[in-house]
Structures are given as structure tokens and as C-alpha cells.
RNA sequence: GUCCCCAUCGUCUAGUCAGGUCCAGGACAUCGCCCUUUCACGGCGACAACACCGGUUCGAAUCCGGUUGGGGACGCCA
């Protein structure tokens, strides 16, 4: 029985894009479920791409979303030689020959093959070469590339997919792929097979965009006389205009990064991202951590690919908005000692945080959160919309103001008198702030809401929140007291 | 262009392998109503899909063939 060993192998020429984040993510699942390793594996072959800052934003993005794994990260780069002696094994067997076209000659031929409509592969002429003909051109010293050798079969080469069946191509649809380049260094199609060879992967989860790449990958493990692995190509996530998800063509908007600085909760980003692509069989769509890993399965990812569903210039969502909901799932049902030490993080960032929400007034910080967390849609929330309960110095927004303060210009004269006679209370409690705050509304003859709403104002700057007198206790005497005598303020 | 893969509400999907219980279920979004001092949550409801054409069958979203549509691959990128 061989060991379940899966891998994640990011190149890293861009930040960590969705799409990698659900195949990282389906790896790891399937390895914890399973009780097998996962290797991270940096593949940095393409030097001209591959950056030291890309490398970090991987790292960060999987260590946000808590997508840890058992060995690595290694480094392709590291292993050159593994490369090299198995590019070097291959032409001494004869399944591999150098083949001297050049670039231009290639794209010529490219260009025929275009124009004729027929198939754009390489046309084998170095496979042809006699051995003089090869003599010559070495001893001229031509650079050269190496071709792996498709085997002279007919009918169809095949293997067996865990997602998508049984996938078959016939073998004068082949082309003879290039495993080298003429600078000596071995390319990805050879490098990938060689490192999950000497890693001993057992199960290849990635995209669908690599099928084609394992018909010939699976020649190479043939021809390098290593067993095949388990392959599971998983659907792609294509954008609203169903082309591949790229880092290039979409930005931020499919960075991890981007939901982290967006400040959302790790878990629902991958909750999320697991729902794009698979589904346990029935209605169920909130899954705790051991909930998903042991109900995850290959068998029951999609074939078809998904829309991100993101949304540009929305004023209401800023991505998908069923990224937002699971958000705010977890948002309003997590532990809420937990979400403490998500908006700590934030109130730090903001220099809101005080070190007593941690101490003595912990309760209070909890319990403040628990009372605005059912509004919000992200982290950020806690210091933009719910500024108002850490400081004093929170904006107050254009349309409440309009609506619930500068329309009556009263309040001015009312928010004071109110303010002493909250000041009184000797108990500043639910049921005495409100009953005070409707015997001043029945003095004045005026409707509860004017004063209600336009407190909700006056002190926490917003149009809407929890119950008002809610409120009050929570920000406690002195705050309201002052936010209220300060009502001036908003007039000038 | 060639090859490979895919095809259920706008989006994520259940149902397809073992055809009937599906004039297709859930969720998001949208729109209504209820709750409410506000907003949200919550509750209730509405809208909304089996791509098309043939075949097999008593019966097809489900099986078969074709068409169309979509995606991917076709690099000295990974």
C-alpha cells in the first residue's frame, strides 16, 4: 500500500490567485482525510517569471488560510540535477533525440500548419535525422533542444481520471514535446514528473487546464519506469466571461490577498472556495474544518467548471456575493471569543485597540461585538461602520445626518436637555434610558423615533444598528452624555 | 484550425453512474410581506433552469447518437 502523498506546486511568478488557493485546498483536504502528507513544492523553473516577492505571497496567502503542509516548500530549482539525469537517462534510452530547428524555422512551420488548418504539432523532422546527419550537426556544435520520442503505437493512449473518466487521445495526435531547452535547462512537463517521482506523490489533484499535460506526463513516468500516480483533474474557476482565471488579466480581485486585506474570516474564504467545484450530496453548505475533511471526496467534484461570480464597481458587493454571505455567516455564528481575536487584529491596525479588552473590560469588548457583529460583512467593519464604540473620533455619514439630525433643527436644544437628564439616572440602564428618553418625547409632543433615531446618530454616526438603548449602555453614561451635549457639532 | 473535456435557475449546486417518487430540490442574488424606534438578522413567499434535435423505452434531466454552445490544450511558460 503506498503512502498518500499529495503536493501543491505553485510556480511563482504572481501573487496566490483563487484558483491555486481551491487546488491547494483540495489537496490538503484530501491528504488530511486521508491521513497522507502534503509537500509544498516552489516550482521556480522559469527564471525569467519566478520572484522572491511572489514566493513570500504564496506563503502568506496559504498561511492565512490555514492551508498548512508537511514537508517543504522545496524548491524545483534545487533539484536541476534530479532533472538533468533524467532528461540525460531518456536520450540514452532512445526515447528522447535532440532536435536542432530552430525558433524560426518552428514558427514558419507553426504558421503552414495554422494556414493549412491541420494540427499544430512538430513535425519530427530531427526524429528522422540519420546518424550522420546528427554527427554533423553536433560536430557543427548547433544548439538543440531535447524531444521526448511519442512511441510508435497505434491506436489510443489513455488514463484514467478520478473526476473526469477515462481520458483517450490517439497517438498520432502526439507531438514530440520538448523536455530540454537548448540552454541544457529541462522544462516543466519533465521537471514536474521527475519531483513527484522523487517525492513519491501518490495523487495529483490540480486543474483541468493540465489534462492534456498528463497524457504526455504519464509517457514519462512510462518511460522513466515510475509508477503512474492517482490523477484527479479538478473544473477550473473561469471568470463572468467564462475565460481561465488568471493573475494577470484579473488583478486583485482574485488575489487571497485581496480577501485578507478585505477582512475576511479564513475559514468561510475556504468554506467558499470548497462550494466552487464540489458539494457533499445534499443541502448542506457550512462546514466546520473536520465537517469538510470528512466529507470531502474526489468523487464528488464537478466536471464542469464555475464562475467566480465576482462583481465589479457594485456599490453593494465588491466580489462575489456569495463569498460575502459565508463571510457573514461566520461573521455572526463564530465563536465569539474567537471573532475577538480576528477584530483585535483590526483595531490594532486602526490603533483602536486597548490593551483592557484583553483584561478587565474584556466582557464588554465581547459582548460590543456581539451586538454590531449581525450587521457587518467583513472584518473591516468592526473599525469603519463600528468605529463609533472604540473612538470618539468616528465619521458621521452624509445621509443620516441629513435625515435624522439636520431636519430637525430642535435637537439641538433637545439632545442637551436629554444629555442632563441621563446624566441624573443613577442606574443607567435599558429600561431608564429608554423611559426617559420617551417622557422627554411625550414633553415635547414629538415622536419617540425623532429623538431615537436621531441619537443613533448623534453617537454612532450611522443611519442603522442595534436597538438604540442597546446602544447607550453599551457606550455607557459619560459617552453618551457627551456625544449628546456635543450635538452642536453636527450643525456647524 | 486540430485534439481533449464539459453542458440543470443570473451564480454555486442536488438529482445523472443503478431511467419512474422531479411539470426538477437547496443556497446566493433580485423582488415582495412579516418582525422592528432604524438597519440587519430571522421568518414567510415570489421570480427563475434540465441548450437543441433525434433515438432507445410503457416512461428520459437521467441511457445512446448528432448538433450547438462553452472551456482547456496545442510554448525552448508553469
Not at 135 to 144: R, S, V, Y
Not at 417 to 441: I, M, P
Request: hydrophobic share 40%; aromatic share 10%; charged share 30%.
Amino acid at each position: 500500500m503506498r503512502e498518500t502523498r499529495l503536493r501543491f506546486p505553485p510556480s511563482p511568478t504572481g501573487y496566490l490567485h483563487i484558483g491555486g488557493a481551491r487546488t491547494a485546498l483540495y489537496n490538503w483536504l484530501y491528504a488530511k482525510k486521508h491521513g497522507g502528507k502534503l509537500i509544498l513544492r516552489i516550482e521556480d523553473t522559469d527564471e525569467d517569471r519566478s520572484t522572491e516577492e511572489s514566493i513570500q505571497g504564496i506563503l502568506d496567502s496559504l498561511e492565512w488560510l490555514g492551508i498548512d503542509y508537511d514537508e517543504g516548500p522545496y524548491f524545483q530549482t534545487e533539484f536541476a540535477k534530479d532533472h538533468i539525469d533524467a532528461a540525460q537517462t531518456l536520450l540514452t534510452k532512445g526515447v528522447a533525440y535532440k532536435c536542432f530547428c530552430t525558433r524560426e524555422e518552428l514558427e514558419t512551420k507553426r504558421e503552414a500548419a495554422l494556414a493549412k488548418k491541420g494540427h499544430l504539432g512538430y513535425d519530427r523532422t530531427c526524429r528522422c535525422l540519420t546518424a550522420e546527419q546528427l554527427k554533423e550537426k553536433e560536430a557543427a556544435g548547433l544548439p538543440f533542444v531535447l524531444r521526448f520520442k511519442i512511441p510508435e503505437r497505434t491506436g489510443l493512449h489513455s488514463y484514467n481520471d478520478e473526476i473526469l473518466g477515462r481520458i483517450q487521445v490517439d497517438y498520432k495526435e502526439m507531438d514530440d514535446f520538448v523536455i530540454v531547452r537548448s540552454n541544457g535547462k529541462p522544462l516543466y512537463l519533465l521537471c514536474n514528473v521527475v519531483d513527484d517521482i522523487r517525492d513519491r506523490i501518490s495523487h495529483v489533484i490540480r486543474g483541468q487546464d493540465h489534462m492534456t499535460n498528463t497524457l504526455k506526463q504519464v509517457l514519462l513516468y512510462e518511460a522513466l519506469d515510475a509508477p503512474l500516480p492517482i490523477f484527479a483533474h479538478m473544473p477550473l474557476t473561469l471568470d463572468t466571461k467564462k475565460a481561465k482565471i488568471s493573475k494577470r488579466s484579473h488583478g486583485e480581485i482574485v488575489a487571497v490577498q485581496f480577501y485578507r486585506d478585505k477582512g475576511f474570516i479564513p475559514w468561510a474564504f475556504n468554506n467558499f472556495l470548497a462550494l466552487l467545484g464540489w458539494s457533499a450530496g445534499n443541502d448542506q453548505e457550512f462546514f466546520s474544518k473536520e465537517e469538510l475533511i470528512e466529507q470531502f471526496s474526489l468523487e464528488r467534484i464537478n466536471k464542469s467548471s464555475a464562475i467566480f461570480n465576482y462583481r465589479k464597481n457594485d456599490p453593494k458587493f465588491f466580489t462575489d456575493p456569495k463569498a460575502i454571505y459565508f463571510n457573514e455567516h461566520y461573521l455572526r455564528t463564530m465563536d465569539i471569543k474567537a471573532l475577538g481575536e480576528l477584530v483585535r487584529v483590526e483595531l490594532e491596525l486602526d490603533n483602536l485597540w486597548d490593551d483592557s479588552y484583553a483584561g478587565d473590560r474584556e466582557e464588554w469588548y465581547l459582548s460590543t461585538l456581539d451586538l454590531i457583529r449581525d450587521r457587518f460583512h467583513t472584518l473591516k467593519d468592526f473599525t469603519t461602520l463600528g468605529r463609533a464604540y472604540f473612538a470618539d473620533d468616528f465619521t458621521v455619514e452624509e445621509k443620516p445626518l441629513k435625515k435624522n439630525i439636520l431636519k430637525n433643527e430642535s435637537l439641538k436644544e433637545w439632545f442637551p436637555e436629554l444629555a442632563n437628564r441621563y446624566e441624573q439616572l443613577s442606574d443607567f440602564n435599558l429600561e431608564e434610558t429608554e423611559r426617559v428618553a420617551r417622557e422627554l418625547a411625550s414633553e415635547l409632543d414629538i415622536k419617540p423615533g425623532i429623538l431615537i433615531n436621531g441619537m443613533r446618530t448623534a453617537v454612532t454616526g450611522q443611519l442603522a444598528g442595534p436597538s438604540m438603548f442597546d446602544i447607550l449602555v453599551t457606550l455607557g453614561q459619560d459617552k453618551i452624555v457627551a456625544r449628546l451635549r456635543n450635538i452642536h457639532l453636527l450643525f456647524a
